[in-house]
């Protein structure tokens, strides 16, 4: 029974040091990212499973077993091997569910990098070191290590992580080098860089498909944006075909967006928007603030241009001095120098107004909303300055889309046992933060009829998660939504008093919808990534 037990014990291991695998890369390797997450709702629901709540006690029975044995020198290797039954029996539960989950195809397991490989084979020859000396050295230790390693998995992650960190910073930094050295090397191409906290992937989508209607262009995919991830796009693609290679480019650290400098080696930057996002990481609003005059000193060094928002108050607050040379761009405000006016908008377009030095036209396009246009704004500036003429531009323009079907219209019919109704379904999933929790809850206030929200809280806000939500949410009870549903929030109970508080309408609640709960037609929006296991229910 002990081998079955064993061997079964090393199935759910596995399965398990996928999934915290899978988180450990999400996070991006950064233990300052995991302890983050740690403090969420994901996470407790992640680690204090049924499996959890079944296998603690006869855990912790074992521990005042091996504590027995150790203090008082009493042979109760009987103990242990009494657990061994109620452990397999919870192992081949845990088994069915994991069969269960990989029939549904639900299993998470991470993007098999040369890292997280070096960490799977190095957390399972842990495992397996360990397995051994229990069993044949201490066996009355038995019980204990095999529920400490099904309930701790994570534990051996962290210690295959500290005993190859010598090997990872070796290969990592040789990489880096080499992506550095043939960056360099590539000097007939333009090389642009957007930052900061938010509509990097967007903005760097715009500018790319623009660009790429004339010239050759390279882009970093998706949100892609760490140092590896760009290190390992410039070795595998970046050469002289190409005369733009556009980088999102993103930083935890204050010294981090040096180190993606001189892997990219760009002379044009783009500061998009800076705010309360990531202060669990940065700390405080001024460390991320410094971060961001990393790249003004750069620009100013080598004489490059910045294009920088100042429509964002955060932006606004950085000292740039008189001698950079820098491209304001802004809505509706004549202080800047690039700037653009909407003229109309409906559910499907925007036409704006665009003036920049000496250029003024007229633009329609088929995505909407404020945002959009101020993000188009210094993209248009750009390609203006680098060769391209406004009605190339406006061409392009016609035809740009957002980045990865992050946003999208449809129109449903549905009919359940209330009757048919005509449903119109708007998912925007790629990106939640402050500026644009507003901007959709404006653009949802606008349209006719019963109106749901499905959202995520905004994560990584650190100490000032609450009051800023709270801050958000006091100006969005008025935006005339019916009804509101919270998706992994973490603080859904916070944001109701708030809003009680704030003497929002009773029509309020926080609602489950599926298709057959329908009862009339509405608008349904939904914000965020975790929104969307709602919307299979529409497709």
């Not at 199935?11 to 899978?22: A, E, M, P, R, T």
């Not at 919870?90 to 069915?96: G, M, P, Q, R, S």
């Not at 009051?467 to 006091?474: A, D, F, Y």
Request: positive net charge; hydrophobic residues 50%.
């Amino acid at each position: 029974m002990l081998y079955i037990i064993l061997f079964l014990s090393f199935i759910v291991f596995i399965y398990k040091i996928l999934f915290w695998l899978y988180t450990f890369q999400l996070k991006e390797y950064r233990f300052d990212r995991f302890r983050e997450y740690a403090f969420t709702k994901q996470w407790k629901k992640a680690f204090f499973n049924i499996f959890f709540i079944l296998e603690t006690p006869i855990f912790l029975i074992s521990l005042i077993a091996v504590y027995q044995k150790i203090a008082w020198n009493h042979l109760i290797t009987s103990i242990s091997e009494q657990l061994y039954i109620p452990i397999l029996l919870l192992l081949i539960l845990e088994i069915f569910y994991i069969l269960f989950k990989f029939k549904r195809k639900s299993i998470f397991k991470p993007i098999f990098t040369w890292r997280i490989k070096l960490l799977l084979i190095v957390s399972s020859l842990i495992f397996l070191i360990l397995w051994t000396l229990v069993i044949f050295k201490i066996n009355f230790l038995t019980s204990t290590f095999i529920l400490f390693s099904i309930l701790f998995p994570y534990l051996y992650i962290f210690l295959a992580n500290i005993l190859t960190l010598a090997i990872i910073n070796f290969k990592k930094n040789k990489i880096l080098d080499l992506a550095s050295e043939k960056s360099k090397k590539i000097t007939d191409m333009k090389k642009i860089a957007i930052t900061w906290s938010y509509w990097k992937s967007a903005v760097k989508e715009f500018l790319s498909q623009i660009l790429d209607s004339k010239y050759q262009v390279l882009k970093t995919p998706e949100n892609i944006n760490t140092e590896m991830w760009v290190a390992d796009i410039i070795l595998k693609k970046l050469d002289n075909k190409y005369d733009f290679f556009v980088a999102e480019m993103w930083a935890y650290k204050v010294w981090e967006i040096e180190l993606l400098w001189n892997i990219v080696n760009h002379k044009d930057a783009f500061l998009t928007a800076i705010w309360t996002q990531h202060l669990w990481l940065f700390w405080s609003q001024n460390n991320i603030i410094q971060a961001k005059t990393e790249i003004i000193q750069k620009v100013m060094k080598n004489s490059w241009i910045l294009y920088a928002n100042y429509d964002n108050p955060e932006i606004q607050k950085i000292p740039f001095g008189e001698h950079i040379n820098i491209v304001k761009y802004w809505i509706e405000n004549k202080k800047a120098d690039a700037i653009s006016k909407i003229i109309k908008h409906d559910i499907n377009s925007t036409i704006f107004d665009f003036s920049y030095k000496n250029y003024k036209h007229t633009f329609e396009v088929n995505i909407l909303w404020e945002h959009n246009v101020l993000n188009l704004t210094w993209v248009i500036a750009f390609c203006l300055d680098n060769w391209m003429n406004l009605e190339e531009i406006k061409k392009a323009i016609l035809n740009i889309k957002l980045p990865y079907d992050s946003y999208w219209i449809k129109d449903f019919e549905v009919t359940n046992k209330n009757g048919t109704f005509k449903l119109k379904i708007i998912s925007s999933t790629r990106n939640l933060s402050v500026a644009s929790l507003i901007t959709w809850a404006n653009i949802l206030s606008e349209i006719s009829g019963k109106k749901i929200l499905i959202i995520e809280d905004i994560l990584e806000l650190w100490k000032q998660a609450k009051e800023i939500h709270k801050n958000v949410w006091k100006k969005i009870w008025k935006k005339d939504i019916n009804y509101i549903h919270f998706v992994w929030a973490n603080y859904s109970n916070s944001i109701l008093e708030w809003l009680m508080e704030a003497y929002f309408e009773w029509n309020f609640s926080i609602n489950w919808i599926f298709k057959e709960d329908i009862k009339e037609d509405c608008t349904i929006m939904f914000l965020w990534k975790r929104t969307t296991k709602y919307l299979k229910d529409f497709n």
